[in-house]
């Protein structure tokens, strides 16, 4: 007889990739010279929640890789071995390797044996090379944090100790899949075990809901198990068990025993605290919600529209009906706008190691500095801004950051600093990437451009138009291509990247000083604020965060060049005009430039001047996919609905952009 | 260590069901998933005055929930002065009854005759 446990997969798996991230985050803080007990338990208690979790679900290959990685760990906590560079090395990529054997797991691909042999060798190699004269250190320095040293019942080895263990589950225990016969039965496996249920909960079985527990044990443990390992047996416990662990007497050899107080063990004491108060939910199941409220926000709009034509007695209190509802629904709105936020700390986890590993390629010394990481953040603009921020990230290390004994020549610190920052400004999310390093080399990227015919040979440009010049594809200043950068390829696609994310990226930088580029977001993909404008019959929003201006020219401020296109003046460059009735095909209310509006937009490092009938009003608008409903269309990224049941279009400003550019270039 | 296990090993049944005794099969699947089941077939026999067998040899999957549940209908039936004997049990049934600390209440019940 077996329980069925795919059901529970996905679970171990979420569950397994963010115990490897704290796993990854303590081995970056542990230091090797001294190493705090505190972070190695940590690992330990990841490294062997994922090997219970292996085993349990039947990854052997898991099971077994990590039963060796624990073995080491296990050395390393009782200070049988030292925490050496090597060894820190060694679980990084232990981490590496147990993040794609739980990928392959969860996609039901093949676990690469040959990488994961490898490293089990040179783990047990480790183990089997240890000092054996860190065996004979004091008994009382080999045990961690454990309170049972603390209360003076240290057990010596082969000493048994009784065990006293309340466990009482909370009501939804058995529901969520834990079973108290598997606990047991590993409990069993480490002593005597005598175990005493208590009914005094149990209602009749009428009134008794039979997914609820109302069952709680005693349990007596005779054993010489370190209390470590009995601890270990609960980590898998879910958050709502009540546990209590108390040694009451030594057996045989050694310490005398002592009166304890009770140990109450927290019951996610491997996970956060934060847990406790946390529920798992699908994220479809939150857009199904945000959906929702967008409908909401759109029915109040309409509702708001047909109250203004109603007359009469009750139409006052009609209208403060809908402000009510207004001010509901956008609380309703930002609460659930809320739940979909996470913290920039998910993206920004991943660097110091990146930052690690690369500096030691690069042979250079590398700070990685974050602060703001508490910032929250669209689900959505999390997973897409990761990829660009590697990139950003990769080009400080690697062709900011100088190497050492340059960096001293140049009387600096030989460590350099890679700064990562988020903050809130208004209604965006600015992340800022910063080096002290070298800063960008103007003539060398001018040089590099004009070699490549991506900048004219003798025109001359600004700090800032050169600096710009490195968002252009093809474009690459490295001396050496490596596997690090330097192929040209990386910066056009940040800024491709940020600007489909309806954000932009600006470059600073100093000779010798450094660069600091800075990356501003929309808080969020469901809402944007915009600007609606009327082009013909029909009405479009462009998003406020491409629109720098709007303006009304004159005829003398146009200019029509060779090929009868259009440009004008504005703030010392030329910004070319695009007509958007001609672009949608749509019959205008205005064709002069005077009749109508220029609103100014920037998009993928560029301005142009949208020529619109009119500008409409300014208003937040709920965006529906086009893409998911009808399909991709040129220009545009998505629809809404305004306030009277109509369709309105979102313009896709970068790419309206795009579209103006090859135009010019053909 | 060598690990000294108190616990006996596992017994277990293939008995049939007594005669003169109300049975109830258990279904393949007595998780917590589908508890209800199991409780709507004891529901049908609450009632009967006579002991109850629970005829195990479908059972293929089962947790705590179930012997949580049979533990209560356990203690009605004593309350009444009827038993509750089970048959066809395998030996994981028998360990998990050990194991959870239930062998007064349910084990000790289910001597077929």
């Not at chain 1, 010596?156 to 079973?179: C, K, Y």
């Not at chain 1, 201006?549 to 009868?564: C, K, Y």
């Not at chain 1, 296109?565 to 064709?591: G, H, N, S």
Request: with cysteine.
């Amino acid at each position: 007889m077996t329980i069925d446990l795919t059901q529970f997969h996905d679970a171990f798996f979420d569950e397994s990739f963010e115990a490897l991230d704290s796993m990854e985050a303590a081995l970056l803080q542990l230091d090797t010279g001294n190493p705090d007990p505190e972070l190695i338990n940590t690992v330990f208690r990841a490294a062997h929640s994922i090997k219970g979790g292996g085993a349990t679900f039947g990854f052997s290959e898991i099971a077994s890789f990590t039963h060796s990685l624990e073995t080491l760990l296990g050395e390393l906590r009782d200070r049988r071995l030292t925490v050496t560079q090597t060894i820190c090395n060694l679980l990084l990529k232990s981490v590496d390797v147990m993040r794609a054997m739980l990928g392959s797991a969860k996609a039901k691909q093949p676990v690469d044996i040959q990488s994961v042999a490898d490293l089990q060798f040179d783990i047990e190699l480790i183990i089997a090379q240890r000092d054996t004269r860190m065996a004979a250190a004091p008994m009382a320095s080999r045990l961690d944090s454990g309170t049972a040293a603390a209360r003076g019942t240290i057990p010596e080895p082969g000493a048994s100790v009784e065990w006293h263990i309340g466990m009482r589950p909370g009501p939804e225990f058995l529901e969520r899949g834990t079973d108290p016969v598997r606990i047991f039965r590993e409990l069993s496996a480490l002593g005597t075990l005598t175990v005493t249920a208590h009914l005094d909960a149990l209602p009749s079985w009428q009134d008794l809901e039979p997914q609820r527990c109302y069952l709680s044990w005693s349990l007596c443990l005779l054993s010489d198990a370190p209390e470590a390992a009995i601890r270990e047996v609960f980590e898998w416990v879910n958050a709502d068990c009540g546990l209590t662990l108390s040694p009451s007497s030594l057996i045989s050899a050694g310490a005398t025993a002592a009166a304890a107080p009770t140990i109450v063990v927290p019951a996610s004491q491997a996970g956060s605290a934060a847990e406790a108060g946390s529920i798992r939910v699908g994220v479809e199941k939150i857009d199904e919600l945000i959906n929702f409220v967008g409908e909401l926000v759109i029915t109040h709009a309409m509702l708001s529209q047909i109250s203004r034509s109603v007359t009469g007695p009750a139409a006052d209190a009609l209208r403060s009906g809908i402000q009510q509802l207004e001010r509901n629904a956008r609380q309703l709105q930002e609460s659930v706008m809320r739940v979909r936020m996470l913290p920039i700390s998910v993206v920004f986890s991943r660097f110091p190691r990146m930052v690690r590993d690369l500096a030691q390629r690069l042979g250079k010394q590398v700070e990685l500095q974050i602060t703001g990481e508490n910032t929250e953040l669209d689900k959505t603009v999390l997973e897409k801004i990761g990829d660009p921020l590697v990139h950003l990230v990769r080009n400080c290390v690697d062709h900011g950051i100088e190497k050492p004994a340059l960096r001293l020549s140049a009387g600096k610190n030989p460590v350099g600093t890679v700064h990562l920052n988020a903050s809130h400004r208004g209604g965006s999310v600015v992340i800022e990437v910063s080096d002290d390093g070298s800063g960008l080399d103007d003539q060398r990227i001018l040089s590099r451009a004009r070699a490549a015919g991506l900048a004219s040979p003798d025109g001359t440009l600004s700090p800032e138009q050169i600096r710009e010049l490195i968002f252009v594809p093809g474009l690459s200043t490295a001396e050496i291509t490596t596997d690090v950068s330097g192929r040209g390829v990386g910066m056009d696609v940040v800024r491709r990247n940020i600007a489909d994310l309806s954000g932009k990226i600006e470059v600073h930088s100093e000779p010798g000083r450094g660069s600091r580029f800075l990356i501003t977001l929309p808080l969020t993909l469901a809402i944007v604020d915009g600007l609606s404008v009327a082009v013909g019959d029909q009405t479009y929003i462009v998003p406020m965060t491409s629109t720098i201006e709007s303006l009304r020219l004159t005829p003398s401020q146009v200019t029509t060049i060779a090929d009868g296109r259009e440009v004008f003046a504005f703030r010392d460059e030329y910004l070319p005009i695009v007509r958007l009735y001609k672009t949608f095909a749509l019959t205008p209310r205005a064709r002069a430039l005077h009749d109508g509006l220029v609103v100014v937009v920037e998009g993928a490092g560029r301005r142009i001047g949208l020529f619109v009938d009119d500008l409409l009003s300014q208003q937040q608008v709920v965006i529906k996919s086009l893409e998911t409903n009808y399909g991709r269309v040129p220009g545009i990224s998505a629809a809404t609905i305004l306030g009277d049941g109509s369709v309105a279009l979102i313009l896709d400003v970068a790419d309206l952009i795009r579209i103006a550019s090859r135009r010019e270039a053909a | 260590m060598d690990p000294v296990r108190k616990l006996a090993p596992p017994g277990g049944s293939t008995d049939d069901p007594p005669p003169g005794s109300q049975v109830v099969v258990l279904p393949v699947d007595c998780t917590v998933h589908n508890i209800s089941l199991l409780r709507e077939r004891l529901c049908g026999v609450a009632a009967d005055a006579r002991d109850i067998t629970l005829d195990l040899r479908q059972v293929e999957q089962f947790d705590t929930s179930t012997l949580q549940l049979l533990t209560a209908f356990a203690r009605d039936r004593a309350a009444r002065g009827a038993r509750l004997l089970t048959c066809g049990a395998r030996p994981d049934w028998d360990e998990a009854v050990q194991l959870l600390g239930l062998t007064a209440t349910l084990a000790g019940g289910s001597s077929v005759p």
